[in-house]
């Protein structure tokens, strides 16, 4: 079986509080602006820890500095001496002339903050010091949110040229005048930095995506759905060439969406700083797509399925995002992902002769050989591949701010159950929904979260202290195996598929539906797997194993057929264990008799004796 790889206060003091009034407190004199000052006859330290005031509370002094709201009141500054960082120290010499002053002419307020742009010019600019490698430390390139944060940087106005040339290059629009009865839809720039595994910048990326949101149904587009490779389909891919050696190559298509060509009449407005001079009032008329419209990944897609099967490729029946082409030898399959391909087969040769061909259709980015997919790390080797997410981990822990956490051995203690916990003190619901959202997409390469996430999963909706604690243990658990992943190994017998299902009884304390699970190799490659409640409650340990090797069942049926269309061979029997005897009895024989006559007839059609034989129950030893 398919084993997993391990290897080896900055704080801003915003107010005193209540201030008393001067001369209230003995020693202590009330100053303009809320801030204390030793008076002469006081018993105050030269440089005072903190300041008593009436209400027996104390006011920080000499680090701290005054609230934001003091110092944009505008009020006039008193002659001090800076500190280094741009704050006040109050000394008692400073203290006792700012009293002195108060007393001899009280119609003038005292004076003692200065403004933001005062303490700017008293601040010298600091160099950062550069590491070995030239790199600044303490520098994160952030990306621009609009065009004004993007002009005049070098790296983000060479990207929105190459944009412009991309658009101009495709004939994706030509200026004219608005009909009248049109509206145009407006225009935004999106910038990204595009980064590797390890988080270093690749390249810059500006796209000029179309306002979507303003368009209407019926109206500015019709159909909007276009299909994209599932990620088990993609293990499967990735498992099948590892099995018997084949290398996985990586294309990217180029402002792949600029290609796909519009039916209906779409107007848009001239991009924010390339405007054409003197014509500023037309607007462009698309004949292809552009980002943002909704209309966009269909019109891609179709365009990119058009090409494919002029260059003979068929589509594979069982997943709408695989082509297949050629036979034996010369066969190569491709997974395609919005504008993502990846292209296996046994001959090298065949292809790059696929990747020319697609260069001559498309601009086309050959990446190589597979290393980073969808978030997920791909390393092949000659006898193994792996598939892990170290680097999307971290970044989890880093967003929720346990990446120095102490790690567990364990995702979740022994015998723990969870409920809806109504009296339980409420936690902060969004953020419990994202760290859930971060770890379910941690489960396409770690089956040792799924049951764990999918539990944790049913509580997003009020969510209380039980729960976080219970998500905030898998965190830890994920800080202490961060490397774990998949390892798709060399095959040296024929090719099967294997699958597994089981089932608890009754495990969910609220409405008392089971959970089921299962998983399915190739040869010993893990290559899809699941963990979900049931929809019915069972009455027995034997329904639930058989509704749970139901579905375990409608899946295998799905991997064989699309295993069959792949490798162009016979369609075989998926051997399906479970550890219920009543259960494979009951699929065996689905006789209705007084313990089995209310199962919905849903979980009986892939065991009726007239079915085809696409499954084979056997028990687990």
Same mark, same amino acid.
Request: aromatic share 8%; glycine share 8%; net charge negative.
């Given at each position: ?9 900055? !704080? ?18 009330? #100053? ?134 991309? =658009? ?24 990204? #930095? ?35 490779? %599932? ?20 294309? *990217? ?19 924010? $700083? ?29 365009? &990119?399925? %058009?090409? &494919?099967?002029?260059? $003979?490729? =068929?589509?594979c029946f069982s997943e709408q995002a695989v082509y297949k082409r050629g036979i034996g030898k010369t066969a190569i399959i491709l997974g395609v992902y919005v504008d993502d391909l990846i292209v296996t087969g046994s001959e090298k040769q065949e292809i ?21 997919? &969808? ?14 997410? !170290? ?12 990446? *120095? ?9 022994? $015998?723990?159950?969870?409920?809806? *916990?109504?009296? /339980? ?7 419990? %929904? ?19 996430? /999918?539990v944790a999963s049913r509580y997003m909706e009020k969510p209380t202290t039980l729960h976080m604690l219970v998500v905030k243990k898998i965190v830890r658990y994920l800080r202490g195996t961060v490397d774990l992943g998949l390892v798709y190994t060399l ?22 539906? !089971? ?23 069972? #009455? ?38 479970? *550890? ?5 009895? &009951? ?11 209310? =199962? ?15 499954? %084979? ?5």
């Open positions: 079986m398919s084993s997993l790889l391990k290897h080896e206060p900055f !704080s801003s003091y915003s107010g005193l509080g209540a201030v008393p009034a001067a001369g209230e407190a003995a020693g202590v004199e009330q #100053l303009g602006g809320g801030i204390p000052a030793a008076s002469p006859g006081s018993n105050a330290s030269a440089v005072p820890d903190e300041q008593q005031l009436s209400d027996g509370t104390s006011a920080p002094t000499g680090g701290e500095s005054p609230s934001a709201g003091s110092m944009l009141s505008g009020q006039p500054a008193v002659e001090h001496t800076p500190s280094p960082v741009g704050m006040q120290n109050f000394g008692q010499n400073d203290c006792e002339s700012s009293a002195h002053n108060d007393i001899e002419d009280s119609e003038t307020p005292p004076k003692h903050y200065r403004s933001l742009n005062e303490i700017y010019d008293d601040t010298s600019e600091i160099e950062l010091e550069l590491d070995s490698e030239g790199e600044a430390l303490l520098v994160e390139v952030e990306e621009p949110t609009r065009y004004a944060n993007a002009a005049g940087n070098p790296d983000w106005e060479k990207a929105m040229e190459n944009e412009i040339q991309s =658009i101009e290059k495709n004939g994706t629009w030509a200026l004219t005048e608005l009909p009248a009865g049109h509206r145009p839809i407006g225009l935004k720039w999106v910038f990204k #930095l595009k980064k590797n595994a390890e988080g270093e910048v690749l390249k810059h990326k500006a796209r000029l995506v179309a306002k979507g949101y303003v368009q209407k149904q019926g109206v500015d587009y019709e159909e909007v759905f276009a299909p994209v490779a %599932r990620l088990d389909t993609v293990k499967l891919l990735l498992a099948l060439a590892a099995n018997r050696g084949w290398e996985v190559h990586h294309l *990217d298509v180029k402002t792949a969406f600029l290609n796909g060509e519009l039916e209906e009449e779409v107007y848009v407005s001239q991009p924010e $700083g390339y405007a054409v001079r003197g014509k500023e009032r037309k607007v462009y008329k698309l004949s292809k797509a552009l980002y943002g419209l909704k209309q966009a990944p269909r019109a891609w897609n179709i365009k &990119l399925d %058009r090409s &494919l099967k002029e260059l $003979g490729f =068929i589509k790059e002769m696929f990747k020319k061909q697609m260069t001559d259709k498309f601009e086309m980015s050959d990446l190589g050989l597979l290393s980073y997919y &969808l978030g997920i790390e791909v390393d092949q080797q000659k006898d193994f591949s792996t598939l892990k997410q !170290s680097g999307y981990a971290k970044k989890v822990l880093e967003r929720f701010g346990m990446h *120095d956490c102490n790690p567990s051995k364990v995702p979740m203690d022994l $015998g723990t159950k969870l409920y809806d *916990d109504k009296s /339980g003190q409420r936690v902060d619901a969004t953020k419990y %929904r994202r760290i859930i959202g971060c770890l379910r997409y941690l489960v396409h390469t770690r089956p040792d979260l799924a049951y764990l996430v /999918g095959g040296e017998k024929q090719e099967e598929i294997v699958g597994y299902s089981d089932s608890d009884n009754g495990g969910d304390l609220g409405g008392r539906r !089971s959970t089921a699970g299962m998983a399915f190799y190739l040869n010993e490659s893990l290559i899809t797997w699941g963990s979900q409640k049931q929809k019915t409650v069972a #009455l027995s340990s034997c329904e639930a194993e058989f509704m749970a090797a139901t579905a375990a069942a409608q899946q295998a049926l799905w991997l064989r057929n699309l295993y069959s269309k792949l490798t162009a061979t016979k369609p075989f029997v998926v051997p399906l264990y479970v *550890d219920n005897i009543s259960a494979i009895e &009951l699929m065996k024989h689905p006789v209705f008799h007084g313990r089995s006559k209310h =199962i919905d007839i849903k979980y009986r059609g892939l065991f009726f004796p007239s079915a085809p034989k696409t499954v %084979r129950q056997e028990p687990i030893e």
